[in-house]
């Protein structure tokens, strides 16, 4: 799969991935005799509307069922346009991810506004942003008569509200954004970082050296890997406890810690959010 090629590619039975240039996001699609499963939407409604028509194209049915990874705008901007396009179809996800876009979209929807040279300011501008119907706490199967499709909450890490969507009978999984595999998975003011590695545990525990991953960015990974990914997140975690434990402060943590990657936003958020958090373990000890 390259980037710019927004081409459904057949990775397992009856499970294709586009990866797109913008955002470098993939979009999957899974196949079955009652219709197929979209996992993810893309970033505006004019690109959703590029992905149904690439879906048209690829041949494989209509779309039955879309699923809401997370939600991040390049998962779920692309919402409207297959409700539009498909009227009643219903969209599912986590319930955080559906309460997260409702309370903060058109804060993330600022961002493209408050940027008229962005390429995408006016895609993103007219785009309506369309919340999940289906919202569900742990799991949620989706029938499509010869094959289940299940969606399953592990646990927070990128998100509050991250699912990743299992194709038992193929023995693929996609994880969206818990795994990255064209750069490192981002750690937001929304993460939870000290969550993260005992997610992917979960993760890990449902899978095989067969299971094929499909990230959120990037081509498709193995479990290893996920092993090696989840191990950088938890080095990162265990630094960011060492340090609070010496009593380094959150504003000289970044240079006094030992990273496993560059630092950048990704490692001053893990270390905000971890302190937070770790604060937050301290209050409710002493209460």
């Known amino acids: 799969m390259v980037p710019g090629m927004p081409e459904f590619l057949e990775v397992a039975d009856r499970v294709w991935v586009a990866r797109y240039e913008w955002a470098d996001v993939n979009i999957t699609a899974i196949g079955g005799e009652r219709g197929i499963v979209v996992v993810d939407t893309h970033g505006s409604a004019a690109a959703g509307r590029v992905v149904l028509d690439d879906l048209e194209r690829l041949g494989a049915g209509h779309v039955t069922h ?8 390049d998962h779920t901007f692309g919402n409207a346009a297959f409700r539009d396009t498909v009227r009643d179809v219903p969209i599912h996800a986590h319930e955080e991810a559906a309460r997260w876009l409702t309370e903060h979209g058109q804060r993330m929807k600022q961002r493209f506004t408050d940027s008229p040279d962005n390429p995408h300011h006016d895609d993103v501008a007219a785009t309506k942003i369309v919340i999940a119907d289906q919202t569900f706490t742990e799991t949620h199967v989706l029938d499509l008569g010869d094959r289940l499709v299940e969606l399953v909450f592990l646990g927070r890490g990128h998100t509050s509200g991250d699912i990743v969507t299992r194709v038992v009978d193929a023995n693929v999984v996609a994880a969206a954004d ?7 998975p981002w750690i937001g003011m929304d993460s939870y970082p000290l ?13 095989t050296d067969q299971t094929l991953v499909i990230p959120g960015h990037g081509t498709t990974v193995d479990r290893a890997f996920v092993r090696a990914q989840r191990d950088e997140i938890a080095k990162i ?10 009593g380094v402060t959150v504003e000289q943590a970044a240079a006094e810690g030992e990273w496993p990657w560059e630092v950048d936003d990704r490692i001053h958020n893990a270390i905000k959010r971890g302190y937070e958090a770790l604060l937050l373990d301290t209050r409710g000890a002493k209460s």
């Open 178 to 184: 818990l795994i990255e595999e064209s750069a490192k």
């Open 66 to 73: 879309v699923v809401n990874s997370h939600w991040h705008w």
């Open 195 to 207: 969550e993260w590695p005992a997610t992917l545990d979960v993760l890990l525990e449902s899978m």
């Open 237 to 246: 975690v265990d630094m960011v406890r060492s340090l609070a434990a010496l």
